[in-house]
């Protein structure tokens, strides 16, 4: 049986999660990426247990270990005076708990390990997908260049945007009315930040600030929502003005306001998200990552969903056996669509409860937030294997 061929088109975080992925598992598979080079861009992620277990296991350990940073706990705070809305304990508790750790690392440095990962061959740069076509025997991904890949299956980690998953639904991307600034900040600037090593919220009416270190301890990445209904641009290096995100958090609690006026520069990003949809595959093509599931950044799970996918559609490539490649496809729709379904929704209502006016349903949502305090309500969400999840789906 000869080998299976996959072209991914987009060589983000989940394009080249699934390439590490599917080489580990002798899986012949080529990135198409349309930058003609890859910079560092973007700011912090945070990567949750139910990702790093997966990361380590592919080889990044000792990388993660040496780029990253462990915070001791995620504090939900009240926006004017800082009082401690909720508190989830990380560090060690989180790591016995889980086993593996929570990190928060800078988007790039995530992005170089895993290209490092990759045999050069395998990446190519340059290449923009302007279409996507299929037969019963393979799948074609044309380049802007005019250049046509066939493979037998191509892969859509194109992001929101995404022009592979044309092939598999008709819809849209929703905008949220939120923008959010984004920024890093040198450590020796905001040494109270770092001194215990933090995620760090604090929620306010129609906008929230979230920070923590990243750079193994040496910058603090940011974002800061504001509501706003005249800005729809989505690029990283899309520049925002310092000045008005200062006058937006005007008021806000002294960590907030020392953190904005510590930053040089801010990007700003219009955040979309799109419904959630029935399938993740058509034929010989198939989406993975924000291409799959968009989500607002309210959950911090968005990056840690795509490297479960990766995982996931590599296991279930790897294993097509009898059921070829449909079966695989199947299986893999069954692994994913109820838990990726799940947290897309709650990113989305996140949206709503940690923007509220102050008042009664504030003080609704802060009790509340106080008795989900603790490790025991992540179980579902940080506890969970994907990789296990898929082998054991076999005899489904």
Known sequence: ???MRVAVAGGGIAGLVLAVALRRAGVDCHVYEQAGH????????????????????LGLRDRLRSIAVAPQAIEMRRWDDGTLLQRTPLG???????????????????HSSLLACIPPDRVHLGARCVAVTQNDG??????????????????????????VREQIVTDRPRYSGQTIYRGLVAAERVPQLLADPRVRLWFGPDQHCVCYPVSAGRQVSFGATVAASDWREESWSARGDVAELAAAYKGWHEDVTQLIGAAETVSRWALHDRDSIDRLSSGRVTVIGDAAHPMLPFQAQGANQAVEDAVVLAVCLSEAGSGGLSGALRRYERIRLPRI??????????????????????????????AASGLDHHQWLFGYDAEEAAMTSRSA
């Open 38 to 57: 890859l910079t560092e861009v973007g700011a912090g992620i945070q990567v949750a247990p139910n990702a790093s277990r997966l990361l380590r296991r």
């Open 1 to 3: 049986m000869p080998q």
């Open 341 to 370: 379904t799940r947290i897309q929704g709650q990113s989305r209502d996140n949206a709503k409860a940690f923007h509220l006016d102050d008042g009664e349903e504030q003080h609704r949502r802060d009790t509340a937030a106080q």
């Open 92 to 110: 060690e508790a989180c790591h016995r708990r889980f086993g593996a750790p929570y990190y928060t690392v800078h988007r790039a440095d995530l």
């Open 138 to 163: 393979a799948a074609q991904l044309h380049l802007a260049d005019g250049t046509v890949v066939t493979a037998d299956l191509v892969v859509g980690a194109d992001g929101i945007h995404s022009l």
